[in-house]
């Protein structure tokens, strides 16, 4: 079983920067792509960006050029620096992370953009 813990949401303005992690733990072999997806509330849950094992990344549109996806894999992490944020950026942020065959979701966390 691999465990996901995500940290790094909170209240920021809009145009801030925020940064998230995820560090994955457990019956880890080796992570395959790790990605980050957002759910916003009313909305469906949406992916964000990922990373794949060499490092080759991939963005949505709605993000691509503010934010920076990251993976430490000696650390079994993956982290997302959010720039020029937004209010539709507002969201519950969650990474999920790819394994042995097998995809696991951290618990989320929350991040706002308001003044």
């Keep these: 079983?691999?465990?996901?813990?995500?940290?790094?949401?909170?209240l920021v303005q809009p145009g801030g920067s925020l940064r998230l992690s995820c560090a994955a733990s457990g019956s880890i072999f080796?992570?395959?792509t790790m990605g980050w997806y957002r759910q916003a509330?009313?909305?469906?849950?949406e992916w964000v960006a990922d990373i794949g094992s060499q490092g080759r990344t991939n963005y949505a549109d709605?993000?691509?050029?503010?934010?920076?996806?990251?993976?430490?894999?000696?650390?079994?992490?993956v982290y997302l620096q959010m720039s020029t944020l937004k209010p539709?950026?507002?969201?519950?942020?969650?990474c999920r992370v790819w394994t042995s065959g097998n995809d696991y979701w951290g618990q989320g966390t929350q991040v706002t953009v308001s003044s």
């Design 41 to 45: 509330p009313g909305k469906e849950r």
């Design 30 to 32: 080796s992570i395959d």
């Design 88 to 94: 539709e950026d507002t969201a519950v942020y969650y």
């Design 1 to 10: 079983q691999v465990q996901l813990v995500e940290s790094g949401g909170g």
């Design 62 to 77: 709605s993000v691509k050029g503010r934010f920076t996806i990251s993976r430490d894999n000696v650390k079994n992490a």
